[in-house]
Every structure is written in structure tokens, then in C-alpha cells.
């Protein structure tokens, strides 16, 4: 069995030379603390080398940003999908930071380099216009919510969405009140997702007794007992409702 080859910087050095030269550029190792340096007319290119990317190479190739515009940061070619969320979580940090981006493939005897792409200018307001459906859904699921119920970082515990605050205020309701139907639920203020969320039942909280009407199942009942802050929120809200 052949022992693999260690892999290091400079080995990326002589295919992204290559590339360049091609290019028509003038192409120099380790020039003032840059990786390389390529020179066209008056065109400079700076380029820094990791065997991974990392918050040290995009500070680095950030920092070389104060010579040029045109920096690119170069990695070997990632063993993961190049279509994974992970890998274009990546390009778009790249991105944002106006940097450009190079993979080296190292299998084999030939290697090749790939610009991912080059440096750009981000255009933060184009993308915050292109995003506006998914702020839109932040904010209304921002409204959908009663109070602030998570403690923001958490990622094993489970989270209370706008979604299931709304099963927990129709499971109150259907406790405390007895039999109701989506309508006189909705009266009450559950909302326009009433009928969906008691036909869904996701949660296994409602039991229908007969056409239109829902009671609060043996389920639903144990599992209020998780919210207290919630359910006492929802209770208080119905003898509102009683006084008026």
C-alpha cells in the first residue's frame, strides 16, 4: 500500500502559477508577506494560500485588500459536494468580504486550477431586496409570537415557534372553555391557521367528537403542562374575553 502524499501550501503554488502565466501575467512567490503576487500592465493580483479555508486565511486575504482589489484566496479542491448548503454558505462569505476564489484539484498527476470566481463589489441593498421574502417571514414570525419564550444559541432544546404557540392557545381554550368549533375559536382569536392547525393536529393535541367541533386530547393536555408561562398568558387572555 503507497503512503499518501502530505499535502502543503506550496504545492498549490506551481498550478495557480501556471494559470496566471497563461493569462498573461507575471507571476512571483512570497512578495511582501503575499503568497503571490501577479503583475499585468498595471493590474496586481494577490493571492493566499491555505490547505484549508479558515477565519486566518480570509483575515489574511482581507488585510492584502489595503493593495489591490483584485485578492483571491486559494484552498485544494474540498472533498464535500460543491453543491452541499455548506459549500455555498462558504462562496457567500467569500463574497460578501469581495474576495475571489480558487481550488486547486490534487488528484492525480495533473493538477488543476479552478476560479470559483473572481473579486467583486457586494451589493449589500441588492441582496437585502432579494432576501425580502425571507425577512418578511422573520417578521411575521416575529408577530406570530406572544413574548420571548427561547433563549437565543440554543440547539438541543426545544424551540417555541409562532406556529406552536398558536396549538398551545387553541389547546387552552379548548381545556378551560370545553367542545369548540374553528369558528367560535377564531372568534376568540386564534387566528386564520385555526381550522388548518386542528385538521393538521400535528401534535396530536385535538380530538374532532363530531363534524366541526374539537375537544383537547388526553395528549394535549400532559404536554400543556410544559408551557406554564404560556398557558397562564392564554387563560388570562380568555377571562378578558369573558369581561368584555
Not at 481550488?103 to 493538477?111: C, F, L, N, Y
Request: proline share 3%; net charge positive.
Amino acid at each position: 500500500m503507497t503512503e499518501k502524499k502530505k499535502l502543503y501550501e506550496s504545492d498549490l503554488y506551481e498550478p495557480i502559477q501556471k494559470y496566471f502565466i497563461k493569462d498573461g501575467y507575471e507571476v512571483y512567490g512570497e512578495v511582501k508577506g503575499c503568497d503571490i503576487a501577479a503583475v499585468k500592465d498595471d493590474e496586481l493580483v494577490v493571492i493566499e494560500l491555505k490547505l484549508t479555508l479558515s477565519v486566518d486565511l480570509l483575515v489574511q486575504a482581507t488585510k492584502r485588500q489595503r493593495l489591490t482589489d483584485l485578492v483571491y484566496i486559494a484552498i485544494p479542491r474540498p472533498k464535500y459536494s460543491l453543491r452541499s448548503k455548506r459549500w455555498n454558505d462558504l462562496c457567500h462569505l467569500i463574497r460578501r468580504l469581495e474576495l475571489g476564489f480558487i481550488t486547486v484539484s490534487m488528484t492525480g498527476k495533473r493538477k488543476r486550477t479552478d476560479i470559483i470566481f473572481h473579486p467583486t463589489p457586494f451589493d449589500r441593498k441588492k441582496s437585502i431586496r432579494q432576501n425580502k421574502r425571507k425577512k418578511e417571514t422573520v417578521l411575521k414570525e416575529i408577530d406570530g409570537r406572544s413574548a420571548d419564550f427561547n433563549v437565543g444559541g440554543s440547539s438541543r432544546k426545544k424551540i417555541m415557534t409562532a406556529y406552536k404557540e398558536n396549538c398551545i392557545q387553541i389547546a387552552c381554550y379548548l381545556e378551560k372553555i370545553g367542545p369548540l368549533s374553528p369558528k367560535a375559536l377564531r372568534d376568540m382569536g386564534t387566528g386564520t391557521k385555526t381550522s388548518s392547525i386542528l385538521t393538521k393536529n400535528f401534535y396530536q393535541w385535538f380530538d374532532r367528537i363530531k363534524r366541526g367541533t374539537y375537544v383537547i386530547s388526553e395528549k394535549g393536555k400532559q404536554e400543556l403542562e410544559e408551557y406554564p408561562d404560556l398557558v397562564e398568558y392564554y387563560l388570562e387572555k380568555i377571562t378578558n374575553i369573558d369581561k368584555d
